[in-house]
């Protein structure tokens, strides 16, 4: 579905029509030099594709690429034009889960095209916020690249806090006296981490490239830019990292702690019988049918046995509760 | 074998004998400038490569390479003719299994001889294909190249598909509370990974170098195409990698299962015991022999003692129930 | 808040007024060649950092940067300005815990701006110590910005140390013959060194190119001194590194330890239950109801009985000392 | 003790006495240009190195490496004269062992001089093989040190080989139902894993310099052939590193075998004395001595209290059987 | 403390004055072309230091470097001067263990001064053996430097030799039948070999420049030599990694040992408690007090009842040792 097209002439939008149009970016604009046209498309049937495809002449590859929701992040050029994807990660509270989409864009030298496959980076919401900036939007189609970008790296950044909080629950858990079954929880946040690692750590490079000025369209001044947004990309990256490393350290200890667990059950059933077989003892004695055993005689030779049994047994708690077996 | 051999003019077939004639390949058509020939063999026997090798002048080192089934995926290049071991890979349904062949392709100026060990892709089909897109075949052998190469990633593609599956059922088997042994599963699963990665890790480089245009025959429009092959190659790479990834975590998992599931064996098998053991030992006080025991000349002492098994089994059992052992 | 403000003619310090008044930092204090300004402030209000970055004319990004706390270290040039992220470390021995703190330093031909947030590095102490060598600050700007990493690097390696420290104390629990749980110790160091690693790690490069003297400013003689503090980095990294491979394999010898213990007490269960259980078995055979058992009429079948049992059951405990199970 | 010393001319052998005489290598045969000397020595004393140094004028560092038969595989140059130390094996199917020995080559313009230590590789049948192809020989000197790496790269290949049949044993073992202690095993294998890694990896360096043409001696005929010798060396160290990763699974499925073997034991032992203990709880019910328990004085107590045990057995056997717990 | 000074004239002893002279050091002595002096210390005090800091112009980083016994081996060049610290180690027999010392070298262009911490390497008997071979030490400082690194990596190879020893008989120890705790072993070995890494790994690098020629001091003659240490460096840390990675995999297999033992354990014990437990329940079946129990009244029924426990016990036995629970 084409969700936006625009004109842009010196940073001023300049409207090419409503989204019910199905004839949208099926022509190019003609523009003056520095003016450029931004088409923003959500899950486009492959006719749409297509027809935008013709009209900006892009290489088939890419909109085959295009077309399909699971690529890895990736930069290339064909001819003059740009084809970057990128992987949209956000963060749903109440699943505790991170979620991904996917936008891939066509940066030529006079237009840009969108092309946001699910959910996630509100792009409509980028475009409103960028034409409030007229002074950015005049420095062309890099300008919106860059807003984009920067767009997908905050939210990554959200994902990792995020991220980081699970990881402090699940800590808190494992060391937590509760009996946890944590290595569900564990396995969950490390394939997260994954889905997070698969969307950061590829786009490392073309944002290192950007901020390189490998194109001869990026400024120093814009190159300034995509530096940034490449550090923040190095940052996300390495808190990914660290808590990978952190959740393994913890999924160790708690396989530790249900070690101990298990020995400390050991012992309480051990002294637990312990109180119950003593006794049996005592019983099985004064069972034995001796003729001479003096205390079955006894007026209060009953209560003699029984008193023994608790006696041994209260006995035996005692030295197991200091002993902390117990 | 020799499966088809035929010359390619203008990306136009010309016949050239059938599959039965032995003479097949014995002699190298002569062709104009922008024509090749392309003999398919299956299997083949020692003299039938002989043969072979002499019409095409192919060098003996690779000659023998190719005779063996058990290469490595790489690229050579000897004088003029190209020589590419790549290693197909497919996915057997019923067994749940990947399985894995061989093709080797020579690549000269004016010819293209393709060697197959094994079943898997089906190389006629692909030449069938090709056939029908003549623009393509006018690009001469080394658009033949491209498309075996794409068609065996292609499937390498599937190949992750269905290993994703796979892994998935693991997870779920692993986190399900049955008692499952999936070790071996896992240890199968990875063992059927490092196959993948073999295949497809080695091929990166040549596809890489054909990205980069290092042979004089590859066109920069050619080039992009293999560089989309490449990135296919990688984006395999990456899913296999966090297979394994997510396959070491769900082993883990696993072991921390059975620990936890011991545990839990131990706690009900201990609290079983004691519902047994503490009714005997009320039963060895009532066998003890001393004179004076009242209950003992109750009218009602058995029912009572019965009673008093059952009622103190049945609080343990409350209260084993509420702790969890049970 | 502003700290402390002043300017440095030929290594001499001028004070421009005192902490309290608002209107420093407002103004750039016109010098000589050679001369500058130093300006240090601590968790700067968004507004003070605004009117220092007018004054300098200090770039939007870094400005940004230096009034967030949870940036990485990283050295980044805008136009003739250097601007420096450290992190600050250093161990609060009452809690066994490294805290850490953030510097960020803008370096210009005439002017140094440090910006400090949280406690640790005493900058002003800094400060002082260099007036007193007026030879040193004469290198303008650039002693400033080695005199503050080398004092960041120093501390670095005290909290080197004191976890060499902390790691030897958990060593010594592993190995102890008591029972500890040693796990969730070793988790939280592991969790520090994790942070001084990223520190660490990622200020090696900056150093790394001042030591190459990356800078026109930077003479072969501070260069040197740069190397100084890059070999000091390098060592604390080491050391992290080692610890951190320590550890593991501590964790690796309590989880066997945890084995071992789990062993030896299962074992001593097993005797100690035998100790009972075959006396149990000696009273059962002794209350058996047969008309001919001869030893219920001797006159000391009884204590025989006892005897028996009392003597069995020191023989299994002597055999269960000497094969080491009690 | 000198093995062979032979003058090869125009790729023919012209003896130079035989392997008696003392004398042998003592003197230098001139040649003409085109011919070249091969000496062959194994296990060599000292005195006799020294001769051989003295008459090729071998570097004494060389020389000092070629008398010990520890060295690591390594090229080096000493002026005009190429050192070559190559770690043979070979695999013992008696002690499913791989056996090292080593060979080390002095490579001069008219001379070839190689030390063997050890037995495996038989040198002097590489001499006769290669003394049957004159055409190979009249490439000189660089064709005998091509023909002994191929022949040593050769045996790699066999003993890969080998380890992989004995990782698969292993693997059937782990899986097997059979109780089986596979740790020391696998430990083994590993260990002879790591030795075949220490004779492959440092060899790759060496033969790619050779298939570059590093050395002026070198045609590019023969840096084929080189090329095609570091292509074997290449998959030996893929196979030996995926053996590797294979046992290290193989293990961790070993230790999840172990626990789950250990569960199965424990319920198993559980459901066995769970047989014993409730017949002993009714033995116990029945030996209590109420003056009213009517089940005693009926004609069929007995009877009947031995079939309630029995029963009551039989019972918890079915159940235990349908539970999987025996 | 001053422990040598001499003049070297032509690779010739010149003694300048004895060790008790305190005013040693504190002047350069005037020297023809290519003779030089060379200083000896063993733990210097600052006052020292400082003296020969002047005498020869040393750097005051390397100065405060040189008088610190932690560093980490590093060569550094300060103007004319090179700087090397070396760790030096050696193996204690009596202990078991691998304790570590210093080596600092300045090495001028007619000088060199050592300075050495802790025990260790005898730089004495190193100086003893240079002086009897004048040839060497005619080629200056250069040749003083190399004889040090060589008998400081002869001594790494020895401890190297030792810590195998130290492996095998762990190996030993962990598949040995008997139980043994190999745990703190091989976290001592563990610890020990990061400490022998430590002194090697960074000091491949300097040998590396050396055998390049890196300085202009280093003929190519010299630069073989220096090639031959850095390739004894690099066969250390071979074995160095090989052992390590051999003690981890020991270490998983003790790991496995324990579980092992502890199943056998389990098993053996319900094994023993079956014999007791079967006849307690015979027992406790002549314990009932039926009316009609025909056995209580025969002859030899007390007798038959204990042959009865005697028997199955037995029989029970025999099924247990034949199927290895015992």
Chains 1, 2, 3, 4, 5 share one sequence.
């Not at 160790?252 to 400390?264: F, G, K, P, W, Y």
């Not at 012992?267 to 003593?278: E, H, P, T």
Request: hydrophobic share 40%; net charge negative; glycine share 8%.
């Amino acid at each position: 579905m084409i969700v936006d097209n625009a004109l842009y002439h010196r940073g001023k939008r300049v409207p090419l029509g409503d989204g019910d149009d199905q004839s949208l970016g099926s022509a190019r604009v003609p523009c003056d030099p520095g003016d450029f046209q931004w088409i923003g498309i959500h899950d486009p049937s492959p006719d749409e594709l297509d027809r935008i495809a013709r009209t900006f002449d892009l290489h088939p590859l890419a909109v085959e690429d295009a077309g399909d929701s699971h690529q890895r992040p990736k930069l290339e050029r064909y001819g003059d034009t740009l084809f970057l994807v990128l992987k949209t990660l956000w963060y749903v509270d109440e699943e505790d889960a991170v979620e991904t989409g996917e936008i891939n864009m066509f940066v030529g030298h006079d237009f840009v095209v969108t092309v946001r496959h699910g959910q996630g980076i509100d792009l409509g919401a980028s475009r409103r916020d960028l034409e409030h900036r007229a002074k950015v939007l005049e420095h062309g189609p890099m300008a919106v690249l860059y807003a984009i970008c920067d767009r997908v790296v905050d939210e990554y950044e959200r994902v990792g806090e995020a991220l980081e909080e699970d990881v402090d629950e699940v800590e808190e858990s494992v060391f937590s006296p509760a009996r946890t079954d944590d290595s569900s929880r564990i396995y969950v946040l490390k394939r997260e981490i994954a889905e997070v690692r698969r969307a950061v750590m590829p786009l490392r490079e073309p944002m290192r490239k950007f901020a390189m000025g490998v194109d001869e369209r990026i400024t120093p001044e814009t190159a300034t830019y995509f530096r940034d947004v490449a550090d923040h990309l190095q940052r996300v990256s390495e808190v990914i990292d660290n808590l990978d490393v952190l959740l393994s350290t913890a999924f160790d200890a708690h396989l530790a702690r249900i070690s101990v667990q298990q020995n400390e059950d050991m012992r309480k059933i051990s002294a637990g019988a312990a109180l119950v077989v003593v006794p049996t003892l005592i019983a099985g004695i004064y069972g034995m049918n001796f003729d001479h055993m003096p205390e079955l005689h006894w007026a209060f030779g009953y209560p003699f046995a029984l008193l023994l049994m608790v006696g041994v047994s209260a006995g035996l708690f005692a030295w197991f509760k200091k002993s902390g077996w117990l």
